[in-house]
């Protein structure tokens, strides 16, 4: 079992920006693909964004394309998740997750598609 811990969220005004950072731990076998996913008071989890094991191809959800950044250190089993020009509806509970090994790209936007989580952090953009 793989453990992931979240941190670096807080709170910011509009505009704004957080780093968020997501280490791993625990029984890392393999070097597993990666996304971000985030969810808000009384709404499903959303997927955000996604990084390759290599780190080499990213994708993201539309509504965050352009402002956000993830990124991986596989040295120091950390991914990472900038977060610019933060809007009052980024406010969200915001999720690491590691893949199931193997799966393919385009499952990577579902839930399904991991197996470790993190226990979140928040992140809440006033207006």
């Known amino acids: 079992q793989v453990q992931l811990v979240e941190s670096g969220g807080g709170l910011v005004q509009a505009g704004g920006s957080l780093r968020l950072a997501c280490a791993a731990s625990g029984n890392i076998f393999s070097i597993n693909d990666m996304g971000w996913f985030r969810q808000a008071p009384g709404k499903e989890r959303e997927f955000v964004a996604t990084i390759k094991r290599s780190g080499d191809s990213t994708y993201y959800a539309d509504s965050v394309k352009g402002r956000f950044t993830i990124s991986r250190d596989n040295a120091k089993n950390t991914v990472y998740l900038q977060m610019n020009s933060l809007k009052p509806e980024d406010t969200a509970v915001y999720y690491c997750?590691?893949?199931?090994?193997?799966?393919?790209?385009?499952?990577?936007?579902?839930?399904?598609?991991?197996?470790?989580w993190g226990q979140g952090t928040q992140v809440t953009v006033s207006s």
């Open positions: 997750a590691r893949a199931r090994r193997y799966t393919s790209s385009v499952y990577l936007t579902a839930l399904r598609a991991y197996e470790d």
